[in-house]
């Protein structure tokens, strides 16, 4: 019976042994292969140590994968990420999310894909993704690729949306959250605020501010309307969520139009505007106060304390794997889920100084 040594190519020159060249190398069908990996039961223990011996001497190994493609199950959950990994590997919301979904994902035995754009496309990378089903990050219900995954069947959950009929979700209340915030510096004495947003990106000059942000900025619409002030009444600018981008932009407005507090739109932001008014010699809050949203776990240590609206970021990666799970089996489930969020008011924050 011609072999190979382990881990060599077989002797028609391919660079990986298949299963044919077992079965043509053991005298048995290329079923009979088949049977020795995945039912061993069906062939007699002869038939199978022979066959598990050339295989081994081969150095073949089946491909679980396309087997689980063929059964129409990978054991694998993806997670459609609406930027690239480097980009989302910087900021440590990501970091509590995945946590959440993974601890989901270990229970469930599942491993778990992250699918950021190929090629700036989302929906360029949804056929290249084996998984089960998706947990779909930052995206409305209207967009190109929730469309594709409804048209191939693909289960899947979206998160920082907003409730469409028919599609599960995930969000939190992030208009209460942004309210709770700016009426807290507003009830301070503070009108010389500044408000740190996320950059909306492109869609914002044909579409407005839409999902989370959208809540948000409602929320800060809101609280200044119960003072008796508007938007129009306070400066917004809109930056990536980035460290280094909240850094930059906070250097830039407190040298021109100095405010005696920062409003920001995530945890991150805030981090970067701290660094810049401790590189400029102020103290806070002394001079500026400043506000987070997310309550990431920096925001308990750093000094000082920051003050941030808190959401559950792990539960949400829990609750969104659950959803996911529950539709990928079929099941029948509340399709929306709203988590709360509250203010925590820590060190960051306090009445303005009366020479400021």
């Given at each position: ?140 219900h209207d ?113 021109s139009r ?91 924050t306090a ?6």
């Amino acid at each position: 019976m011609p072999t190979t040594t382990s881990g060599t190519a077989p002797s028609d020159g391919r660079s990986r042994p298949t299963a044919n060249d077992v079965a043509k190398a053991a005298g048995v069908s290329r079923s009979a292969v088949s049977f020795a990996f995945n039912s061993p039961e069906k062939l007699s223990v002869g038939t199978r140590d022979r066959i598990l011996g050339v295989a081994k001497d081969l150095g073949y190994v089946p491909n679980t994968l396309a087997r689980m493609l063929k059964a129409g199950q990978t054991q694998s959950l993806g997670v459609l990420l609406p930027q690239n990994l480097a980009r989302v590997m910087e900021n440590p919301y990501y970091s509590r999310f995945l946590t959440g979904v993974g601890q989901v994902c270990d229970e469930q035995g599942y491993t778990l894909l992250l699918t950021p754009p190929l090629r700036d496309s989302m929906l360029k990378a949804i056929p290249y993704a084996a998984v089960d089903g998706f947990i779909v990050c930052g995206l409305e219900h209207d967009r190109g690729e929730v469309a594709e995954l409804r048209r191939r069947g693909i289960p899947f959950v979206l998160v920082d949306s907003s409730p469409h009929e028919g599609v599960s979700s995930v969000d939190v209340d992030d208009e209460g959250g942004a309210y709770e915030a700016v009426r807290h510096v507003l009830d301070l004495g503070h009108r010389r605020i500044t408000l740190l947003s996320i950059d909306p990106g492109p869609e914002r000059a044909e579409r407005g501010y839409r999902g989370p942000l959208a809540r948000r900025m409602a929320g800060v619409a809101r609280a200044l309307e119960d003072s008796g002030t508007g938007l129009d009444d306070i400066e917004i600018i809109e930056v990536p969520a980035t460290r280094m981008d909240g850094f930059k932009a906070t250097k830039r407005f407190m040298s021109s139009r100095p405010a005696t507090a920062i409003v920001t739109m995530s945890d991150i932001l805030a981090f970067g505007a701290v660094d810049a008014l401790h590189d400029m010699g102020l103290e806070i809050p002394r001079d500026v106060s400043v506000t987070g949203y997310d309550d990431l776990p920096d925001a308990s240590w750093m000094r000082p304390r920051l003050t941030t609206v808190r959401q559950a970021i792990t539960t949400k990666g829990r609750t969104a794997a659950d959803l996911l799970f529950s539709a990928i089996r079929g099941e029948d489930q509340h399709p929306h889920q709203l988590l709360g969020t509250h203010l925590i008011v820590r060190d960051s924050t306090a009445h303005p100084h009366t020479a400021a």
